[in-house]
């Protein structure tokens, strides 16, 4: 039997429709999962495994599977023997500490005495140990934003992204204690043989999250300004040049960090580019 990698990813939840699309665009035909528990590419050594996401740090860890997406709060409190090879830039949030709105903070001596409801009782203990606060840690598996109103805590640790949770159960975010995202994890000693094939797989993965991260921009210029217009451009390396119909006149092609281009832009402007596209990659391979 030939050889083939397992990758465990949530069958559904947050992490879900994103994981599976980050294999598909990595042209990995990924089955849906919805009615199965273990699937095969076809046209790649690739096995998924679909799975609820606290279940799978333990598969990572014996083996059961090779590999898993997940979210790094869930590896950060579990504190498993696997390791980061990849993170993925979706699913972002953070683990922070909420109190009551009308409560006056001043900082994490706050918490001294009082009782934090949360899930993530390994990190926040950590954390507390780490500010030398003394609290009674009340571990609940979910809707722990509830539990100051009903009398169970005094304020919670919970992961937020846009802070609307908390908003409307009358909270303030008030220590942010670590940030998370999706991340591509595995076991730390694979076969040589599935080295090559996680090889592969990383080579695709990089070229999909390098377009995600970069566009394509086109632009006009007259030819006297494309010293300085081509300084402007981070680009790989310098931008192409294209002569334009109108004599005098070329098309600047270049590839830049989406994050440099609301930057760059007024410059672009003041220098002469006129007719600015930025158009998004499908694929880069650096
Ligand atoms: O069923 P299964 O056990 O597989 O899934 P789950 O319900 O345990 O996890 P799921 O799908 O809710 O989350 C999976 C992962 O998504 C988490 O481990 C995080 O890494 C990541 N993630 C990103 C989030 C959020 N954003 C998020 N907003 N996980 C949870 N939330 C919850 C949070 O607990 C709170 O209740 O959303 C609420 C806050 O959201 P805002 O937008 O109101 O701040
Ligand atoms: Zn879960």
């Not at 918490?111 to 409801?117: L, S, T, V």
């Not at 999909?208 to 632009?219: C, F, G, P």
């Amino acid at each position: 039997m030939p050889i083939r990698l397992k990758i465990a990813i949530q069958k559904s939840g947050r992490l879900s429709d994103s994981s599976k699309q980050l294999l598909r665009e990595a042209g990995i035909k990924v089955p849906n999962g919805k009615n199965t528990l273990l699937a095969s590419a076809s046209n790649f050594p690739l096995d998924i495994l679909y799975l609820r996401d606290d279940d799978i740090p333990q598969y990572v860890e014996d083996g059961t599977a090779d590999l898993c997406i997940l979210g790094e709060n869930v590896i950060f409190e579990e504190d498993r023997s696997v390791q980061t090879i990849r993170q993925l830039g979706f699913s972002r949030c953070r683990l922070s500490l909420a109190i009551p709105k009308s409560e006056t903070y001043h900082g994490p001596s706050y918490f001294q005495g009082r009782k934090i409801a949360t899930s993530y009782p390994g990190i926040l203990a950590n954390y507390l140990s780490k500010q030398q606060v003394e609290a009674e840690i009340h571990e609940i598996s979910g809707s722990v934003e509830i539990a100051p109103n009903i009398g169970l805590a005094d304020a919670v640790c919970d992961i937020v992204s846009s802070g609307s949770t908390l908003f409307s159960n009358g909270l303030k975010e008030v220590e942010t204690i670590l940030t998370s995202q999706a991340a591509l994890i595995g076991q730390k000693d694979l076969s040589p043989e599935k080295e090559a094939i996680l090889d592969k797989l990383l080579f695709r993965l990089d070229a999909v999250r390098a377009a995600e991260t970069n566009k394509y921009i086109i632009l006009n210029c007259e030819n006297e300004n494309i010293e300085q217009i081509s300084n402007i451009l981070p680009g790989i390396k310098s931008p192409t040049v294209v002569p334009l119909a109108q004599s005098g006149w070329s098309a600047l092609h270049s590839v830049l960090p989406e994050d440099d281009f609301w930057e760059i832009i007024d410059a672009l402007q003041t220098a002469g580019a006129q007719g600015i596209l930025v158009v998004p990659i499908q694929k880069m391979i650096l």
